[in-house]
């Protein structure tokens, strides 16, 4: 059985997803399609929209076979771990291809350009150290780095964050010595971050969010999501009447930052002298996690870098506790939902495999377990009364989704 | 001058807070009275019904001249280390008599019981750990060991909790050296646990908030509240909708038990090997502060203590805190209120005070004050919104009440 791995947040799953999913079929000629999927927190450091069974259920039956979760530990990272702790997943489980999305679209690229880092790496980190002293950002001074060392000779535009994610797969999966072969197929419609809707079918995921968590109804999204999305949203919005986002969480996380010194906070993961205070100072300030966000910001700290730091101090995660993921080998498969042929895949390679399957949260006490509870738990604090009680019924007694 | 103390919470001013004012200038023949009472926090280890400075105006408008704050770190302790922080207080101010209510009524019984518990104090510590160690809690061994010590020679009853705190304030007056006369006037009415109304003009606090927590309308306690008490009652709750109380905090403990580790949690004032676990576990599966209490309640831990403790998580006070205050000597006076003879009082005593008074809580950054400000922005966080802010900045930026 031919297979290909796609590294995913569907947040929520769309057309643009959609497109991606039968690109990767057609392009990798593979039997099944396996995502490692983000569960309750994303990379941009912010809770998804629904659940991770809802989207487990929308990409099952959007046509993925297997639904597997990355980790709260790589999945809330910038995207060197990200991809790492993603691609040892999809190496682990056997993969035969990776296929991504990318404002590229052509492999070759991705492939001269990790070549030429990894020749240039001592003198490209130290541009990078001093881009980043200029103030700039850790993306803008990597991809400043890249671009003046490079002097344009290599086409791959690394300031764009699909390419980003891209260079970080197949850096990956040679850091790994997997034989995954990569795959790139052009995101040619939505870009990443639009927030407005410019085309008559694709939308990015970002401008989607925006629409739903500002109050349209389904109705205006309609035309850009397919119909087991639509269906999955519906059934939600009757359910918990309004999605999940940093606007339910903040009340805790400014409880947290007023009754924590700024000793205790130094260490939480991405924590960095004077950002804990400043995180302090704002949250006496700020009634609002979008104020919040507003005061926060400098040129020095980008939206998602905040984002992340104030998700770790939310869930209490500390630079001990993710030490062991920074090599981003993941240590075991936890499945959240599968279809038949996703099923079939799986008993083919139960032999095989070099990390064990988890399909109860609880059948392990791996550290990453505990800290994937934690931010179950914290997630779950988002909802109200019995709604948290049946999410977390869920998230602890369940076996995977299976359709 | 001659100046009365009152060891008050006022949570809410009653009629029997009113007689108790009554009997205290009579008895003590006071030009002024005094009165320290607790801030955010009770001694029973729960917010205030209404807030401090809506308190303070009660007492101002009901007879008190001047309202000084018991700090969080008196305020929150058991009866010893509660009366020592307050007698230390009003010795500081240079009162002339303390006078307080008691089941007892007879002073020479305190002055008695004093006596006897000092000079057979080993003895007397001994049999306490001997029915703890029965599986008693400490208020229960205290009286037993007293019981059993004394063959009921002395009449005090200290199984009482009124006898118990003057106890605590006859002996803290003694400890300190103090010149302060103390007085005891009868607690005929409504005992302090009463949760029902069995007199017509008389009831108990607990019986007052009791009625008021669970929805009824002002109009049921008319009767047992002096008229300004029901007017600033009638403000609150058209300005707040309702009452303060742990159920507008339980999220925040919850979150805070599901997210800290029990190591973390032995720092904490009052932690015990075993409860930190009980109170997490019980977390996990209590929606609401009622529940969890009744699920954490054991013979050997009083309701008291697990809600002293949770108080203590919740607003993150640690036993490295509150070391300072196990001493007893209030190294401030943070005035609240006072009227005009309050004032004359304050100005004639100015210059012969050992310790600083502080009338705004910016002012002084001794680690009482940083715990204050801690304890109130958790009081806070009980409001929503604008009434959040409202309350910062009367804390924050207020200056003492003056009537």
Known sequence: MKAAGVVVEYNPFHNGHLYHLEETKKTTNADVVIA??????????????????????????????????????????????FAKGAISLLSSLGVDSVCFGSESGAIEEFQKTTTFIRHNEPEYNERIKYYMGQGNSYPKASSLAFESLDGHANVLDLSQPNNILGYHYVKAIQDL?????????????????????????????????????????????????????????????????????????????????????????????????????????????????????????TKRYTWTRIQRFA?????????????????????????LGMTKPGRTFL??????????????????????????????????????????EDFLKKEYKSVPLMI
């Open 177 to 297: 010595n997997s034989h995954i072969e990569p795959f790139t197929i052009l995101r040619s419609k939505a870009g990443y971050h639009d927030q407005d809707f410019d085309d008559v079918e694709i939308a990015s995921a970002t401008s989607i969010r925006s629409k739903l968590l500002k109050g349209s109804t389904l109705d205006h999204i309609i035309n850009y999501v397919p119909h087991p999305t639509y269906e999955k949203l519906l059934d939600y919005e009757h359910t918990y009447s309004d999605f999940h986002g940093w606007h339910k969480l903040y009340h805790l996380l400014r409880y947290k930052l007023l009754t924590t010194n700024n000793k205790d906070l130094s260490f939480i993961y991405e924590a960095e002298e004077g950002l804990e205070n400043r995180l302090i100072t704002m949250a006496k300030k700020a009634p609002s996690f979008q104020t919040f966000m507003e005061f926060v910001k």
């Open 36 to 81: 490692v999927m983000s569960g309750s927190f994303l990379q941009r450091g912010e809770p998804a929209l629904v659940d991770k069974w809802t989207r487990t259920e929308m990409a099952l039956r959007n046509g993925v076979d297997l639904v597997i979760e990355l980790p709260y530990v790589y999945a809330t990272q910038k995207a060197e771990i």
């Open 311 to 335: 998700l770790h101090v939310l869930t209490q995660t500390t630079k001990e506790d993710m030490k062991p993921a920074l090599d981003g080998e993941a240590p075991y498969i936890r499945i």
């Open 347 to 388: 008993s083919e390679k139960k032999g095989a495999l070099s990390i064990p399957l988890v399909s109860n949260i609880n059948q392990s006490d791996h550290p990453f377990l505990t800290i994937e509870r934690r931010a179950s738990l914290v997630y779950a604090l988002g909802y109200s009364g019995q709604h948290q």
